[in-house]
């Protein structure tokens, strides 16, 4: 998994400490809809058909007899190519902070663009790690594939076992340390892209 590429939020999305959130609450699964349109959707997942794609992998807990993980991922790196891509995920980061209040900086790695066919899955799993990934904040997902186009591939939360929205281009945002899976698929392709936002570790 790369940790490399970092594009900057613009200054916005950050809010500083102290910056209480508008509510006293945190918002867990927040769901902004068609953040992307079809036909940018559509032109997303051709980008990363171009990529070579290679198996997602969770470090040492992989096991080729029963994965944790199965999908096939690529990362989009920022680029000028693929700017309008990072620039649409930071505006909907400035909306979304406003309720997080977390302390962003940037995204922590380059965008995540996975597929999952015929029994591709994500067990449970939090986005949180050691090391680097200790910086990785704030989770987004968005829905690259028509709802109907596949069975099965639902985004699921344990603190709420709500499946998340399944509409293209709709984008949904949790806090990284939130512990979420990706069911089997069990018909047809789901494609996602799947950035995390990062900032000093949570305190
Ligand atoms: O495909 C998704 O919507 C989520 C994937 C995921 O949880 C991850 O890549 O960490
Ligand atoms: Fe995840």
Redesign the pocket.
């Known amino acids: 998994m790369s940790t490399k590429p970092q594009r900057a939020l613009s200054s916005a999305s950050v809010v500083p400490p102290g910056i209480r959130a508008q509510s006293e609450h945190l918002s867990l699964v927040a769901t902004m809809p068609a953040v992307f349109s079809v036909e940018e959707c559509e032109r997303i997942v051709a980008i990363a058909r171009a990529h070579p794609g290679s198996q ?1 992998t969770v470090d040492a807990r992989a096991d080729a007899a029963d994965p944790i993980r199965r ?1 096939t ?1 690529r990362f989009l790196n920022p680029e000028p190519a693929s700017e309008w891509i990072f620039a649409r995920l930071d505006q909907a980061v400035t909306r979304l902070n406003a309720a997080y209040a977390f302390e962003l900086q940037a995204f922590a790695e380059g965008v ?1 663009i ?1 597929s ?1 066919t015929d029994g591709g899955h ?1 067990g449970w ?1 939090a ?1 949180l790690g050691p090391g680097a990934f200790s910086r990785r904040k704030l ?1 987004l ?1 968005v ?1 690259l594939s028509p709802d109907a186009d596949y069975d099965g591939g639902d ?1 699921e939360f344990l603190v709420s076992r709500d499946s ?1 929205a399944r509409s293209q281009g709709a984008l ?1 945002a949790f806090p990284s340390f939130l512990v ?3 069911t089997p698929v069990t018909r047809g392709e ?1 494609w ?1 892209m ?1 950035s995390w936002i990062a900032g000093p570790p949570f305190r």
Do not use: K, P
């Open positions: 997602g999908s991922v995540q996975a999952y994500y799993h986005d989770s997902s829905q985004l998340a949904i979420h899976r990706v789901r996602s799947v």
